[in-house]
């Protein structure tokens, strides 16, 4: 079946702009997760989703950053007024139920540059 | 706190010859412990994972783990390597008391040498 998708996979936007990236799960994937992932290092926890409601965003950086998902499946990320920092990859898992055995199943990631 | 380190940031090995990455971690609890590889331009794929059991995991394309919790270490091994194994290599950890907030290491260069 089809794995995590996600889109753009690339996005040039400048600073102070507003973006938005996509994430579509894995079908019946409950748990959606994103990460960040800047240059040499490993993935950096954002968020987590169970169905539509956010069940940990302590990884979220500051105000700026949002994200939603409205009917348990697709989420979108949202970055308000941009900064040259938050250039980096931004990556979206699923994993079925969100239990701590799940596997996470990852999308190729949208690579955000913020001139 | 839940950390994971990745002392290595590249391992050369020529095709053939069998692979170590190491990976270390810290938790407070029992950990839940993951390999994932990227490729270049491509997401993370779920190599294999340590949940309970067996201390030796097996995994996909051959490779393995091995679980020691005395020296709290997750190590991923392969008997032989393949110069299609070259990639990025990253190790996660979980606290299976804490919350569904996976941890991941630096990462860890793979090059297979022909």
Known sequence: GAGVSQTPSNKVTEKGKYVELRCDPISGHTALYWYRQSLGQGPEFLIYFQGTGAADDSGLPNDRFFAVRPEGSVSTLKIQRTERGDSAVYLCASSLAGEFTDTQYFGPGTRLTVL | ?114
């Open chain 2, 1 to 114: 706190a839940q950390s994971v380190a990745q002392p290595e940031d590249q391992v050369n090995v020529a095709e053939g010859n069998p692979l170590t990455v190491k990976c270390t971690y810290s938790v407070s609890g029992n950990p839940y412990l993951f390999w994932y590889v990227q490729y270049p331009n491509r997401g993370l794929q779920f190599l294999l994972k340590y949940i309970t059991g067996d201390n030796l995991v097996k995994g996909s394309y051959g490779f393995e783990a091995e679980f020691n919790k005395s020296q709290t270490s997750f190590h991923l091994k392969k008997p032989s390597a393949l110069v299609s194994d070259s990639a990025l290599y990253f190790c996660a950890v979980l606290n299976s008391g804490g919350y569904q907030k996976v941890t991941f290491g630096t990462g860890t260069k793979l090059q297979v040498i022909p």
